[in-house]
Nanobody, 119 residues
Framework: HVQLVESGGGSVQAGGSLRLSCEISGITASCVAWFRQAPGKEREGVAI???????DYADSVKGRFTISKDDAKNTLYLQMNGLKPEDTHMYYC????????????????WGQGTQVTVS
C-alpha cells in the first residue's frame, strides 16, 4: 500500500515562508514532485526532484521555492520563501516509477493535499 501524506500547509502573510513535508510509505520513489491546484484551474507542476538529485522548477517559483528530499526518512520537502497571494493553492506531492521524470510525466501516486493560503 502506497501512501503520501502532506503536512505543513497553513495561512501566512505575503513575504512569509512555509515548509511543506510529504511522508511517503510503501514505496521508495526515485521521482517525486510537488503540484498545486486552484479551484476551477488545471493542476500545475511546481517542483520536481530526480533520483540523482536534479531539480526543476516552474518559472513562477524559481528563486523562491526549494525542493529537497531525505531518502533515509522517505520524506519530500518544499521550502517556500517570499510567498505571494498567487501561491494560494492546494499543494499535492506525487511520486512515480519508471524511466521518465518530469513535471509533464504521469504520476502514479498522490497525496491528499495541504492548503496554502497567502494574504
Amino acid at each position: 500500500h502506497v501512501q503520501l501524506v502532506e503536512s505543513g500547509g497553513g495561512s501566512v502573510q505575503a513575504g512569509g515562508s512555509l515548509r511543506l513535508s510529504c511522508e511517503i510509505s510503501g514505496i521508495t520513489a526515485s521521482c517525486v514532485a510537488w503540484f498545486r491546484q486552484a479551484p476551477g484551474k488545471e493542476r500545475e507542476g511546481v517542483a520536481i526532484i530526480h533520483g540523482n538529485g536534479r531539480t526543476d522548477y516552474a518559472d513562477s517559483v524559481k528563486g523562491r521555492f526549494t525542493i529537497s528530499k531525505d531518502d533515509a526518512k522517505n520524506t519530500l520537502y518544499l521550502q517556500m520563501n517570499g510567498l505571494k497571494p498567487e501561491d494560494t493553492h492546494m499543494y499535492y506531492c506525487a511520486a512515480k516509477g519508471g524511466w521518465a521524470c518530469s513535471l509533464e510525466s504521469t504520476f502514479n501516486y498522490w497525496g491528499q493535499g495541504t492548503q496554502v493560503t497567502v494574504s
